[in-house]
């Protein structure tokens, strides 16, 4: 290990060989920190967290601290962060205020700077979180999904797998996986191509969520008539199976069906909007 003469180590805290903690950093009693992990100079990580092996976290980071909820009565809870995750400059994470509770993220996940991860929040793996979003509590981020900067999210929402979110957009309703959403107020503008293309999604799946894309959100069905259909017409494919099991489960915010009204086209959707995908 490579501790700085100039932090703060609680000598209760445990931590993996090979860890790095720099200048004017604090590290209190019940923190776990995996092997092979960087901390940066004045970090504060606090309350019950553990942090898994490979991961690195910028200066100014602040991790397990109390949650930003007026309910909030001084019980154990936990955060607990994958191995291989980015924390960069300033980034925030609450622990729950549900008593023992966990805000998770998960394995290599990428949060940028100043991005804030409130109370009760689960972030799935891979997902990349830029610059200065804000995460309400008891958000849930699923696997790979994208978040632009500056998106704030409403407290309960849901973000489906491999899902995009432009830059600046305010989510207020679940986001359906391997969807693109963009804009105030937001709405869908169609399926993530790039992304399912990146994971080396098949073009047959490709179309099929297409064409689930135009169930959902351009044809006039009620979302249960919608999921219905899709159940009965589109091969079940395991991108179909998350998308019907999302759709079956919203939070009490609801799904966010709003569609593009403008016809000049999101960048990325081009590719997707004639032919094949």
Avoid at 128 to 144: D, F, Q, R, Y
Avoid at 193 to 199: I, T, Y
């Amino acid at each position: 290990m490579k501790i700085d003469e100039r932090a703060i180590v609680s000598s209760k805290a445990i931590l993996g060989a090979g860890v790095e903690i720099g200048p004017y950093s604090i590290i209190g009693d019940n923190i776990k920190i995996g092997e092979n992990t960087i901390i940066g100079s004045h970090v504060n990580i606090e309350g019950w967290t553990e942090i898994g092996s490979n991961c690195r976290i910028y200066t100014g980071a602040v991790v397990g601290t109390a949650p930003q909820d007026l309910k909030y009565k001084g019980d154990k809870s936990y955060v607990v962060i994958g191995d291989n995750t980015i924390l960069r400059e300033y980034v925030t994470i609450n622990r729950p205020t549900t008593p023992e509770g966990t805000t998770v993220i998960g394995k290599n996940v990428f949060l940028m700077a100043y991005a804030h991860v409130a109370h009760d929040c689960t972030i799935g793996h891979d997902v990349v979180i830029a610059n200065s979003v804000g995460l309400s509590g008891h958000v849930t981020v699923g696997e790979k999904a994208v978040l632009g900067g500056f998106v704030g999210v409403h407290q309960f929402v849901r973000i489906g797998k491999l899902a995009m979110v432009g830059g600046y957009t305010k989510l207020v309703q679940d986001v359906v996986p391997f969807m693109m959403v963009d804009g105030q107020p937001a709405s869908v503008y169609g399926i993530n191509v790039h992304g399912l293309r990146r994971q080396k999604i098949p073009s047959d799946v490709r179309n099929d969520l297409k064409y689930a894309n135009t169930i959902l959100f351009r044809s006039k069905l009620n979302l249960s008539q919608a999921v219905e259909k899709i159940k009965t017409e589109i091969k079940h494919s395991e991108e179909i199976r998350n998308i019907l099991k999302f759709l079956e489960t919203p939070s009490r915010q609801g799904i966010l069906t709003r569609i593009r009204k403008s016809e000049n086209k999101f960048p990325l959707e081009q590719e997707f909007t004639d032919g094949m995908v």
